[in-house]
Nanobody, 126 residues
Framework: QVQLVESGGGLQQAGESLRLSCVASGMISSIGMMGWYRQAPGKQRELVATISSRGSTDYVDDVKGRFTISRDNAKKTVDLQMNSLRPEDTAVYYC????????????????????WGQGTQVTVSS
């Protein structure tokens, strides 16, 4: 059973920083694209940042220059460093990854499946 577990959320003041971490566990053969999404109250879940298995990154315009996504393939982790936080960054943040398991390989499903973490709350006060 594959799991993604996030940590690092909390309450922070505007202008300060937070670092989110996400670790994948289970019978994992490989991990492709990883990313962070967020969902604010009353809004749809939106993409924040992605990072490929080779380290190529992409960000939504609103966080460019403030947030940095990184990953450690050996540790099966993806982090999101959030600087210069704004009240509008308040949301539940979700980790996301495309993971191929040993079972996927046995049945010929080489592209694997997309998995989500349970989410971690980030609240930024003004």
């Amino acid at each position: 059973q594959v799991q993604l577990v996030e940590s690092g959320g909390g309450l922070q003041q505007a202008g300060e920083s937070l670092r989110l971490s996400c670790v994948a566990s289970g019978m994992i053969s490989s991990i492709g694209m990883m990313g962070w999404y967020r969902q604010a109250p009353g809004k749809q879940r939106e993409l924040v940042a992605t990072i490929s298995s080779r380290g190529s990154t992409d960000y939504v315009d609103d966080v460019k220059g403030r947030f940095t996504i990184s990953r450690d393939n050996a540790k099966k982790t993806v982090d999101l460093q959030m600087n210069s936080l704004r009240p509008e960054d308040t949301a539940v943040y979700y980790c996301n990854a495309r993971i191929t398991t040993a079972q996927d390989l046995r049945v010929g499903r080489s592209s694997g499946s997309v998995y989500w973490g349970q989410g971690t709350q980030v609240t930024v006060s003004s």
